[in-house]
Nanobody, 130 residues
Framework: EVQLQASGGGLVQAGGSLRLSCAAS????????IGWFRQAPGKEREAISC????????YYADSMKGRFTISIDNAKNTVYLQMNSLKPEDTAVYYC???????????????????????WGQGTQVTVSS
């Protein structure tokens, strides 16, 4: 069973930075995708960024490009999300999730592989004060 543990959230002032970590375990196959998603109060969950484990193909939501960077450390089975220049509107619960099929879609050059993931971890709260 795939298990995901997100950490690194907290309270930060606008303009500051945070690095989220997602420790993953239990994969049956070597190639999978892990993504970061967030949900703010009263809003729908949105994709931030996703990465595949073998080829390290990445996806970023347009609104996140330039401020957020996703990376993976396969030796530690951990995916990171470096968040810079944080804004109050970045306040949300941040989740990491994983999916095998998404990695296949990414290899096939799909542009729609960072959503509807199968396995989800618990969220970590990020609060950005103004």
């Amino acid at each position: 069973e795939v298990q995901l543990q997100a950490s690194g959230g907290g309270l930060v002032q606008a303009g500051g930075s945070l690095r989220l970590s997602c420790a993953a375990s239990g994969f049956t196959f070597d190639d999978y995708a892990i993504g970061w998603f967030r949900q703010a109060p009263g809003k729908e969950r949105e994709a931030i960024s996703c990465i595949t484990s073998v080829d390290r193909i990445t996806y970023y939501a347009d609104s996140m490009k330039g401020r957020f960077t996703i990376s993976i450390d396969n030796a530690k089975n951990t995916v990171y999300l470096q968040m810079n220049s944080l804004k109050p509107e970045d306040t949300a619960v941040y989740y990491c999730a994983s999916d095998y099929r998404a990695a296949v879609l990414a290899l096939g050059r799909s542009t729609n592989w960072c959503h509807d993931y199968t396995y989800w971890g618990q969220g970590t709260q990020v609060t950005v004060s103004s």
